[in-house]
């Protein structure tokens, strides 16, 4: 009987798919790496987009705007390299990603039964502000629609790099994504949307992006998400009956109590009306750093994901052959110097992340941190 050889690699487009970096309620993040072109052989990440989940509207719709989303260039963003919509597939190619997924440092807090440090999470806050201050700014500039930037920012939007930074993947898509009728309502999306995303066409400003970094943010100090549920309509209900809880009226597992000007500023940020919140991220930053709290270094943040998953040396591997400058594609652009030390291949040791199932409801676990 012939013997048959070792299976193909998936392809899309000229880009051979790799191992599953993280799981996610719109396809999953992979490692892929490139197969044709001058940059043959770099690594990079393709999100591969379910389509069966879209109208061929709706998938032309998230094409467009991830092309637009290519030129947002900052060292708080994963920068979008290419889109490939062919046949019946869409990906959306980012620069290699080297760290942890935001929803699996979300997961391993629960299973260690751990709460964020509050220096750690002023680092990570406020490098997602920046991030989200930046892509604010340059999408008020770019001519189209003014709401791409705004809304649908979840766990799924953030990964730790390898250098601490907590850097944006496919920024600014959210509000697309949020658009997609089978996604708005996704179990994984349910807490970060401000209670005006929950509303049938509901316009979703930049405080909106605000509202869900400060979810996130009590989420990782709390150990339990900001409003449980596991229905649109059940968190819906919650935000119409009354203020979100504050952070400092939770116990947290093992650590010290959350600051009151931090649980106000948080306060502030998550507030019902969009009037009372923050207008901008550089007020949100303002704010944060007036309270004169120790703030973690970067390496900090490394080196707490790196505990929290007890793989320290294989977590944060060193870099491999980087993405090479782009000649073709969107425009013939090329990353930034910033975004190529981004874009790593991993080490062939390298241990993926712990893999969120997308099935499963945090909420449904017995977490650490509130009564």
Sequence with gaps: MPQSGPAKAKSIGRYDLGRTLTASYFGPLREATVNTGDDAGSTVSLR????????????????????????????????ILDVVAEDDQLALVSAGVTGEPMRSVLRLLSVRRKVVPVPVLLRITLDLLEAVGYVHDQLGAMEGEPTLGYGGLTPDSVFVSADGTSRMVEPALGGVLRGVKKWATHPKRLGYDAPEALTQHGIVTANGDLYSIAALAWELLVGKRLWPGASHSVIATKQKS?????????????????????????????????????DSAGAMTQAIEALDLSIATRGDV??????????????????????????????GRAPSQKATEIGMARSPLYQPPIQDDPTKVMDDLDEPGGT
């Design 48 to 79: 591969e987009v379910d389509c069966k989940a879209l109208t061929a509207e709706e998938r032309e719709h998230l094409a467009a705007a991830a092309k637009r989303a290519s030129a947002l260039d900052h060292d708080g963003v994963v920068p």
């Design 242 to 278: 009354g203020p979100a809880a504050r952070a400092d009226s939770k116990k947290r597992a093992g650590a010290d109590p959350v600051p009151k000007g931090l649980a106000d500023v948080l306060a502030r940020a998550v507030a019902n009306e969009p009037a009372d919140r923050f």
């Design 302 to 331: 490394t080196e707490f994901v790196q505990s929290l998953a007890k793989r320290s040396g294989s977590l944060f591997p060193k870099a491999a052959k980087p993405v090479a400058p782009r000649t073709r594609g969107l425009g």
